[in-house]
């Protein structure tokens, strides 16, 4: 019997041939602007010949070594960068190959540290209602989004969530408050998306809010992990997300980006006090995964970094990025169909709602779902981002292109999302609470 993949759509997906730049090719011929950069991954776009080329050389040198029984020079190097760019005093790293490892690493670390600190009775990890840190049990766990959780509950921890009020608006009031409920004796570690991703469409805290929420730690020796898988490494302006504020976290996640979508690899790195108090025990982490610092993929990530520098395209996205949120605010005036548009940099998000009745489309009308398909029938590719969070309400699509997006490709964007957006308020008007 032949074997087939399990289906991830419930309508048959086209085959990806090739791509270059922005671009996606498939192969009916069909040419998609990675509008998403998949599920944004892809920050150097497609078909980077030098990336590459460095991937080839390292196959050819050495692809695999254990960490127990090497080091390799591409994660020495690796670690290097990383503490370079890493806001204040991030500095020891330890890489895997996704988000969700990556993010169980962090709860490792963290439980080690309190156990260090004669804290063993420290095992919750507060986290969000509206957040997604990957689809492993223990970062399933720290996820808020109940959509998320579907079907697996049972075999998930019951952790404090913040925010439950209204987590799309979240108040230094409420954050102080909820803070001031919890017990510190039991919590090893609070973990945050700095910017939000696909869980809440981009959200963005308000001003100060690291601020406290870094003080309240550092008053009961409680870690912060900052999860930024999605938001790190140039997507949002920033090397890390978490440089808008006047705050630094103790552990720092990171996925998706660092290796510009050329390799399954991720990562964590720690300040020096949470390192000290973790080695003080053995002098090492004894903990990892199969691909743990792998020399290939930490290739990858090297060479993404210095083509990062090479071209500047921190302060490209940025700068597109701030063209990017004006484009999407003149889709929002124009569009009824979006009721608010939000992000940072090259991340950034539209909810679809009625602004006329001030309240988001139900879930139910699958609106997310049409404008995906309008919007991949133009030749635009964007990412599902929300989901239901506003009880049933609340969806809508992440638009983060590639860190790379010229001014030109940029305005394509636009104006294929417009005509996408044109094409599900005309369809669907009839659907409009109130008429």
């Known amino acids: 019997m032949t074997g087939r993949l399990f289906p991830v759509s419930a309508t048959e997906l086209p085959l990806v041939a090739g791509g270059d730049g922005v671009y996606l090719h498939a192969t009916d011929g069909t040419r998609y602007l990675d509008g998403s950069s998949g599920a944004v991954?892809?920050?150097l776009g497609h078909g980077d010949l030098r990336i590459a080329e460095v991937l080839a050389e390292q196959a050819r040198t050495v692809a695999f070594a254990h960490r127990t029984h090497f080091r390799s020079r591409p994660a020495v190097e690796l670690a290097e960068l990383v503490g370079e760019h890493a806001p204040g005093g991030l500095c020891r790293s330890i890489f895997s190959s996704s988000g969700s490892e990556a993010n169980e690493l962090a709860l490792r670390l963290a439980l080690a540290y309190s156990a260090a600190r004669g804290h063993a009775g420290r095992v919750d990890f507060v986290s969000r209602t509206l957040s997604y840190h990957g689809s492993t049990l223990g970062a399933l766990s720290l996820t808020g989004q109940a959509r998320r959780r579907a079907g697996v509950e049972p075999l998930l921890h019951g952790f404090p969530r913040l925010h439950a009020g209204d987590p799309f608006d979240p108040s230094i009031e409420e954050l102080r408050a909820e803070l001031a409920g919890l017990d510190p004796q039991r919590v090893a570690a609070v973990v945050t998306e700095p910017v939000g991703g696909a869980s809440s469409g981009a959200l963005v805290p308000p001003p100060r809010y690291y601020e406290v929420l870094r003080s309240w730690c550092d008053e009961h020796d409680v870690l912060w992990?900052?999860?930024?898988?999605?938001?790190?490494?140039?997507?949002?302006?920033?090397?890390?997300a978490t440089e808008y504020w006047n705050a630094v976290p103790d552990l720092l996640v990171f996925g998706k980006g660092i290796s510009?979508?050329?390799?399954?690899?991720?990562?964590?790195?720690?300040?020096?006090?949470?390192?000290?108090a973790v080695l003080a025990e053995r002098g090492y982490v004894s903990f990892g995964h199969t691909y743990t610092n792998t020399p290939l993929t930490a290739a990858v990530g090297v060479a993404v970094i210095r083509e990062m520098e090479r071209r500047g395209l921190v302060a490209h996205a940025d700068e597109m990025g701030r063209k990017l949120e004006a484009g999407l605010r003149s889709l929002a005036e124009r569009h009824r169909i979006v009721w608010q548009c939000r992000g940072l940099g090259l991340l950034r998000a539209l909810e679809l709602g009625d602004v006329q009745a001030g309240q988001p489309w139900p879930s139910k009308l699958q609106l997310t779902q049409r404008l995906l398909a309008a919007a991949r029938d133009v030749g635009l590719l964007l990412y599902p981002a929300v989901q239901g969070a506003r009880n049933g309400a609340?969806?809508?699509?992440?638009?983060?292109?590639?860190?790379?997006?010229s001014p030109a490709e940029l305005a394509e964007l636009i104006e294929k999302l417009d005509m996408a957006l044109s094409r599900v308020d005309r369809e669907h008007s009839a659907d409009r609470p109130g008429r």
Do not use: K, S
């Not at 969806?395 to 997006?405: E, M, Q």
């Open 394 to 405: 609340g969806d809508g699509v992440l638009v983060a292109p590639p860190l790379i997006i």
């Open 41 to 43: 991954a892809a920050n």
């Open 225 to 240: 992990i900052a999860d930024e898988v999605m938001c790190g490494f140039g997507r949002t302006g920033r090397w890390f």
């Open 260 to 276: 510009g979508g050329y390799g399954p690899l991720a990562g964590v790195v720690a300040t020096e006090p949470v390192t000290e």
